[in-house]
């Protein structure tokens, strides 16, 4: 089991990806594939100038140092360069809860599977290195597509909570939670691993 001081110093990886905490020197490859406007329609934060953007990866360093939410980056083997980042948030040890979230892809990347893969390899640590009997998700009741995604990778839709959140735009965030369960990840895992086979 990895005490959960440590998650920063997690790496995962398997065919497909590899996975680590955000680094500093990571910034520059995440630079270079943020500015899609696709990317941030349904994000908490929106990143259109440079500026934005330093802050986003500020922000994302110093909540990794305080173990407010581990930001991780994701590299992608075929490509051989950085496609995004993806978290651990939310972190409840006591209660052996969390949620993985703030994920994002450049364009090149999206479809290929990265995202399947990335998650999985998060759940498989949540579950079988940090014990946890709870992984969640939230998304923006909007986004069909990310919808669709977590009930392909085996999570349980909820619920919707109403007037989540603010977003940037100022619109009020209906928020739909989806989860896995201890239980549940023997059956979640072996469907996926039939799927994408990964190691």
């Known amino acids: 089991m990895i005490p959960w001081n440590l998650i920063p110093d997690v790496q995962l990886e398997d065919d ?3 996975i680590w ?4 020197e990571d910034r520059e490859s995440l630079r270079a594939i943020a500015f899609d406007p696709d990317i941030w329609r349904y994000f908490v934060v929106h990143v259109t100038t440079e500026e934005e953007f330093d802050r986003m990866i500020g922000e994302a360093l110093a909540d ?4 407010r939410r581990v930001v991780f980056s994701i590299f992608s083997k075929a ?8 978290s651990f948030g939310n972190l ?3 209660d052996r809860r969390l949620e993985i979230g703030w994920s994002w892809l450049g364009r090149e990347f999206r479809g290929t599977g990265i995202n399947r893969h990335a998650k999985f390899l998060l759940m498989q640590c949540a579950f079988e290195e940090l014990g946890c009997e709870r992984v969640e998700f939230k998304t923006d009741v909007l986004n069909e ?4 995604g977590l009930l392909n990778i085996g999570a ?8 989540y959140n603010y977003m940037p735009d100022n619109r009020r ?11 549940e990840w023997p059956t979640v895992k072996a469907a996926l691993c039939r799927r994408d086979r990964p190691r």
């Open 16 to 18: 497909l990806v590899k």
């Open 21 to 24: 905490a955000l680094a500093e």
């Open 64 to 67: 990794t140092v305080a173990r």
């Open 79 to 86: 490509e051989g360069r950085i496609a995004g980042s993806m």
């Open 92 to 94: 409840a040890e006591v």
């Open 145 to 148: 597509q990310a919808r669709k």
């Open 156 to 163: 349980t839709e909820e619920g919707v909570l109403r007037s």
């Open 173 to 183: 965030r209906d928020a739909v939670y989806y989860s896995v369960l201890r239980a």
